[in-house]
């Protein structure tokens, strides 16, 4: 079995060329008929280039090939995304995963998955060498796209929370480190308070682990998948707007953690 | 040394005269000068009344005595208690506590504290009998207070937002308890998102360890030390508004997290 890689940036490519990979000439290069395609992409719209048409994977993987998606795309994109490959004899796994580059190369993602139960038994054991902690939610496409979506809300959320107790903490002249060092050894001891915690404290957005402009594309899921469901999600609109504010502040570059500074900008904090 | 003990509600101090502490007439009672009085009661005009006055302890504890004030106030108000202290020749100093009644029987509280150096040794081995972790913020007497109305503000901001995220994935078919749980072992690996993940998740919101009437209170005193300094947090006032949906159901008797209903009434899930 051959590996075959596809990159826009053809340098990106290049490193895996070296351990053997070939390099495809497009998207649909990569995909043979049974074969299984991985596609970790910026936005949905690029998800969907690849996949539809003449020369998308649905229909070069046919019959009986699988696309393993593990973009950050909205549920509703899963869905007209399997509809596709179902159409055409090919399967879709939604397998968004939670976790930066630096994870994925020591094998260390979360992964999501949904999908038809087959085909996630036939790519399991390859997802598996990038990711450490699998988590199923059943058949229904959308569903680990929901997931991975509520995940990064909840992150972007508790930046927010994190901005707005700190300012308030810095105004009565308390040293705000201080303050997210206490909390992330005692009741928010978890990965996304310690890390985002300093960072906020320490008002440092650079170098940017996850672009604020990428931070803005997943709020704009979120808020869409909740008005999908029917379901207003206040604080998802307060963290968009904050980051529409750091853009505005000419800020999209920086880590989306960079929200927060808009949260001092409103209290006319330095 | 004798403990003199004093409560509202005499039957709650009966059982510490069992192991040998002397029942005080009155709050006033506890305190002797140059000695120790410790503080915990529900709000801030409860701790004004008995710290003022004739027969306030503050007078009382005079001269060279110290007030460990435990209860979650105000920081404005903490100001005041100092100031009252100080005139009348004894200290006061802030140590608000996190944790539930049965972390402090353990021993197992975090406590922050401010005020005066000098009296914060003294008390020191006291506090390190209920607390595992000890924080101080400094002096400035409110200090401390504004760390646990941080610590407060959000927690009721994590329960918040997984309210948010969980009616968005239910919505969409998923299994609102698979969801927190991934979460707890993952990104959210902390006391506040497991405990309160599993509650929201559920929808179980008895019996209350802290009463939603309650949450109302801290929430109040978070908008309010907010507005003192002059920081504009829009997450405290959407969780206090979910809190008065939450009064308004009848829910004042269920656990704080309960305020995750209101958001479930406003996606129209049962």
């Excluded at 680990?144 to 959320?157: E, G, R, T, Y």
Aim: proline content about 4%; hydrophobic content about 45%; overall charge positive.
């Amino acid at each position: 079995v051959k590996l075959r890689v596809f990159n826009r940036t053809a340098s990106k490519a290049q490193p895996l060329a070296g351990q053997g990979a070939v390099l495809a000439n497009s998207s649909g290069d990569t995909a043979v008929a049974g074969g299984i395609v991985f596609t970790m992409l910026a936005h949905d719209a690029a998800v969907e280039s690849i996949v539809m048409g003449d020369q998308g994977i649905a229909r070069r993987l046919a019959p009986g090939g699988v696309h393993v998606s593990m973009s950050t795309i909205g549920p509703s994109t899963s869905r007209r995304l399997a509809a596709s490959h179902t159409q055409c004899g090919s399967s879709y796994v939604a397998s968004p995963a939670l976790g930066r580059p630096h994870r994925a190369a020591a094998g260390q993602l979360v992964i999501c998955t949904s999908g038809p139960a087959e085909a996630k038994d036939r790519v399991g054991p390859l997802l598996e060498m990038v990711g450490r902690q699998m988590y199923d939610y059943g058949e229904e496409p959308g569903a680990a796209n929901v997931v991975k979506l509520a995940a990064n809300f909840l992150i972007a959320a508790a930046i927010e929370a994190m901005a707005e107790a700190f300012a308030m903490v810095e105004r009565n002249g308390i040293d705000r480190r201080k303050v997210a060092g206490m909390l992330g050894e005692t009741l928010f001891a978890a990965p996304v308070y310690q890390g985002y915690g300093e960072m906020v404290a320490a008002k440092r957005h650079t170098p940017a682990g996850f672009k604020l402009k990428l931070g803005l594309k997943d709020l704009d899921l979120v808020l869409k998948a909740a008005e999908e469901a029917r379901v207003p999600i206040p604080t998802a609109s307060v963290v968009r707007d904050r980051m529409l504010a750091g853009l505005a502040h000419g800020r999209e570059a920086m880590d989306w953690s960079a929200l927060a500074l808009s949260m001092l900008d409103d209290a006319a904090i330095k």
